[in-house]
């Protein structure tokens, strides 16, 4: 299985370019298509502490201690980038109420997780109540299975029923068949030092 994190663990971490080894920012926040459950970007706190975005596009990987990016060039002000009409992972949806497409309510979205694979997806967590937090009942369904994502951002439907989603975020990556990300350190050789005398 892929690594899967959970966004407050992302959020936070250093973004670098792979061509010049320079730190960029760190992680604000990560950008969402609701309704095919891809990671879009994300968004990054420069080191002059204004707000920019990277696509998905111009990531090379989301490691478990940085992210890389290409090159220095890749961030671009919030404004200026066609991805800024996307909802963002921690400041828009969490709290956002979850409803099947049968009209049944599921509760509201708690927590997202991210499978860190080839195409980055995300993991709901829905909880119907504090007590739900409480006794640490949620579901956990991948994102994909959005269907409708409401103008205000305060309502999403989803296809599928209670009975078809997984109550631990490892069998809702299981579900989604999250396979290893390929890493640029991993090498199927193993290497062997012998000296002259051997």
């Known amino acids: 299985m892929g690594r899967i994190d959970s966004i407050n663990k992302?959020?936070?971490r250093s973004v670098i370019s792979l061509e010049t080894a320079n730190k960029l920012g760190e992680i604000a926040d990560l950008l969402?298509?609701?309704?095919?459950?891809?990671?879009?970007?994300?968004?990054?706190?420069?080191?002059?502490?204004?707000?920019?975005?990277?696509?998905?596009?111009?990531?090379?990987?989301?490691?478990?201690?940085?992210?890389?990016?290409?090159?220095?060039?890749?961030?671009?002000?919030v404004d200026a980038s066609p991805l800024n009409t996307l909802p963002m992972a921690k400041n828009n949806l969490i709290g956002v109420k979850v409803v099947t497409e049968h009209g049944q309510l599921l509760g509201n979205i708690s927590n997202l997780f991210l499978c860190v694979t080839r195409r980055p997806v995300f993991i709901y967590q829905v909880r119907s109540s504090l007590i739900d937090k409480l006794l640490g009942r949620a579901f956990y369904f991948a994102a994909s299975l959005g269907c409708a994502f409401s103008d205000d951002g305060t309502a999403l439907v989803v296809s599928g029923d209670p009975d078809q989603m997984d109550h631990g975020v490892e069998a809702a990556a299981e579900r989604l068949n999250c396979a290893p990300a390929p890493s640029l350190g991993a090498s199927p050789f193993k290497i062997e030092v012998r000296t002259h005398a051997e």
């Open 32 to 77: 969402i298509d609701p309704l095919s459950g891809e990671m879009a970007g994300v968004s990054v706190q420069r080191l002059d502490e204004s707000i920019a975005v990277a696509s998905m596009l111009d990531i090379h990987e989301v490691g478990p201690d940085a992210v890389m990016v290409d090159h220095d060039q890749v961030l671009v002000l």
């Open 10 to 12: 992302i959020i936070g």
